[in-house]
């Protein structure tokens, strides 16, 4: 899709970094405002459900593999009573092999199925963490660019990483350990039952008020998991900005206000663990608590029933340790339970970016645009970020193939708005803006950006190496395309310098190059991408005169055939443009070419002027100036 979308999200990052750097006291918070209400568990399930239902046959098998295991860990509590009645009170001393026998082999048994269910389930639960992860970042990447206006990289880098984690807990050891500990406890309530019913209700009473405890507690803690995501995103986003704006944080020397709005989060996200520490404990105390209850119930009744020779010795010594066997994993299940709740608070956050809904699933969006010619029409366009605070009003104009639109006008005029439009990362608010005929806003947007190329005066570089950077544009692109592109961009006389060549590490950003270089490596990656339509922004603004010199013929060569559209603030670079529109306050206030605009000395006169006239401050390059300028406008 050429090389807009990359440079468009490093420029992003770096102005936001900006404007934090001088307002450090702008909470990393502020993103809480916009938060939407989070999804009901139903509408989380669906999206687990598509990645559970291939795992249900191994799911299936480890069911069957977990009752095997439980049942055989009760084998040694029940033969106690045996052991005791049988062998030592009545002195059947033959049974003591088979006793031994049967705990013996159960145990093997158990350690068998445990190693199973551990290799089976917790490897699916990694895979299906993976899975998740994937297809959240591929819908992320299909999102709108208004998406990523509104979130931070760092958070989505968080959600997409960190959230879906708890999914483990689901379908993996967390699983096996709900399971098998619910499935220990009705193993154990039915023999419980058979030894004493009296007894077993009673401590069953017990239970079921205690379980309506951790229901309500796990329903009141959730809601400070799913705040804990939150902050953990926010302060792992400002974090990542802090660090790849390193050099503005420097230049501003805020690192002691970057240090305290990091410290401010984390103690945010201390507060919010305590919270949950607290709640924990409180609910571990409850359990005690359950369980010194139980276990005085049970001595005193027990004792009774010992006496009163309702049940033997070997009764109530199998009868109090089959009761552990269920009061133990119960217990245990507000560790799980707080496990669970964790990860359906990650999955409520995942479910709220899978239900947003994608670039080119809007109902209207069905045309596949063939290749195209690139004549692109602006009708009566205009255009709101928020509802009645137009930015556009009623922009009107065409751009045909072979031709050179530039926009110029000053700051917040509007320009980079049309140049979004004419990317589609926004649709008109009325009007149309039409390429070849056909309104962009019902066009599937792989089948049009696939045809776009943009260079941006913010060159973004991953960090990888230069071949890399470039074939960004065209994987698919053959070693001598390569190497044309990079002539043509001037890119291969300071890769020659380097010992590695174009398999050098540009490092992070491109850090390791030159304004210059990065500008001539995102050149090269257009002049690959062999675009329909161009877009040049500042393209030659990281260059001195002499480098700007070298590749305006790279430039030229790219410019051939297209439609290029060229936002200019150095006025002197575009006075080839077959047509400049001058934009002020969301209007085309005038329209021409450079010598009809220049002699109608109107705005763009005036701001020729204003500019040409710096070069006697030494604020333009030397030869930057218009020869043709007339001695009274200098």
């Known amino acids: 899709m050429g090389s807009f979308g990359p440079s468009m999200s490093g420029g992003h990052s770096t102005r936001s970094m900006e404007r934090t750097a001088r307002n450090p006291s702008r909470s990393i918070s502020a993103e809480l405002t916009q938060k939407k209400p989070k999804p009901p568990l139903k509408k989380v399930w669906p999206e687990v459900k598509k990645l559970v239902k291939p795992r249900l046959p191994l799911l299936g098998v480890s069911l069957l593999v977990l009752i095997i295991n439980r049942a055989c860990g009760l084998v040694l509590p029940a033969s106690t009573k045996y052991l005791i009645d049988d062998v030592m009170r009545q002195h059947h001393a033959a049974l003591l092999p088979r006793i031994v026998g049967m705990v013996v082999t159960a145990t093997i048994l158990q350690g068998l199925t445990t190693f199973a269910l551990t290799q089976m389930l917790s490897k699916a639960g990694q895979r299906l ?16 660019v208004a998406y990523y206006d509104a979130n931070r990289s760092g958070t989505l880098v968080a959600r ?34 058979r030894l004493s019913t009296q007894m077993t209700l009673l401590t069953f009473g017990v239970l079921v008020l205690f379980g309506g405890v951790m229901a309500r507690a796990f329903k009141t803690i959730r809601p400070i998991f799913r705040a804990r995501a939150i902050i953990n995103a926010e302060v792992t986003g400002r974090l990542t900005e802090s660090l790849g704006g390193v050099r503005v944080v420097k230049g501003y020397h805020a690192e002691a206000s970057e240090a305290k709005v990091f410290a401010d989060g984390a103690q945010r996200l201390l507060k919010n663990v305590i919270s949950t520490l607290t709640a924990q404990s409180i609910m571990a105390l409850s359990s005690t608590a359950v369980m010194g209850i139980v276990g005085a119930l049970v001595m005193y009744l027990g004792a009774r029933q010992v006496l009163a020779g309702t049940l033997t010795t070997g009764g109530y010594v199998t009868y109090t340790m089959f009761l552990a066997f269920m009061i133990a994993p119960l217990m245990s299940l507000v560790n799980i339970g707080t496990q669970i709740t964790e990860a359906l608070a990650g999955l409520d956050r995942t479910a709220e970016i ?8 809007y109902p209207k969006r069905t045309v596949v645009l063939p290749p195209i010619a690139g004549d692109v029409v602006f009708d009566n366009v205009m255009f709101e970020y928020d509802p009645g605070k137009p930015v556009l009003h009623g922009v009107s104009f065409e751009a ?3 031709t050179v639109t530039a926009l110029v006008g000053s700051s917040g005029s509007g320009k980079s708005t049309i140049i979004s439009l004419v990317c589609a990362f926004h649709d008109a608010t009325t009007g149309k803006v039409l ?12 089948s049009y950006r696939s045809q776009l190329g943009v260079v ?44 590695l060549g174009y398999d050098t590490i540009v490092g992070e950003r491109g850090v390791k190059l030159s304004g210059g270089q990065r500008q001539r490596l995102s050149i090269a990656r257009a002049i690959l991408a062999d675009p329909r339509i161009l877009i040049l922004d500042e ?21 051939t055939g297209r439609t290029t559209f060229v936002i200019a603030h150095r006025l002197s670079t575009i006075r080839n443009a077959d047509q400049i529109l001058v934009i002020e306050g969301g209007n085309i ?24 006239g710096l070069e006697s401050n030494l604020f333009l390059a030397p030869g930057e100036g218009d020869k043709l300028v007339e001695p009274a406008a200098v």
Do not use: K, W
Request: hydrophobic fraction near 40%.
């Open 129 to 144: 963490i993976t899975e998740m992860r994937t297809q959240v970042q591929s819908h992320i990447g299909r999102l709108p």
């Open 160 to 193: 997409i990483m960190s959230d879906v984690e708890g999914v483990r807990n689901i379908i993996g050891t967390g699983l096996v350990d709900f399971l098998g500990g619910l499935m220990t406890a009705i193993f154990a309530f039915i023999y419980l039952i």
């Open 354 to 361: 899978l239900n947003e809904r994608e670039e080119d699933a």
């Open 400 to 402: 045909r193939p072979d």
């Open 435 to 446: 390429v070849d005929g056909i309104d962009l806003s019902t066009v599937q947007l792989a």
């Open 456 to 499: 941006l005066q913010e060159t973004f570089l991953f960090d990888g190496t230069i071949r890399d950077n470039v074939v960004f544009s065209r994987p698919d692109a053959t070693e001598e395309q390569l190497m044309e592109a990079c002539r043509i961009a001037r890119v291969d006389e300071f890769v020659e310098r380097f010992e």
């Open 539 to 559: 393209a030659t603004s990281s260059l001195d005169s002499e480098s700007e010199a070298m590749i305006q013929q790279g430039l030229n060569h790219l410019m």
């Open 589 to 612: 206030v005038e329209r021409g070419t450079h010598t009809t605009l220049f002699a109608l000395r109107g705005r763009y006169r005036e701001l020729y002027d204003r500019q040409h």
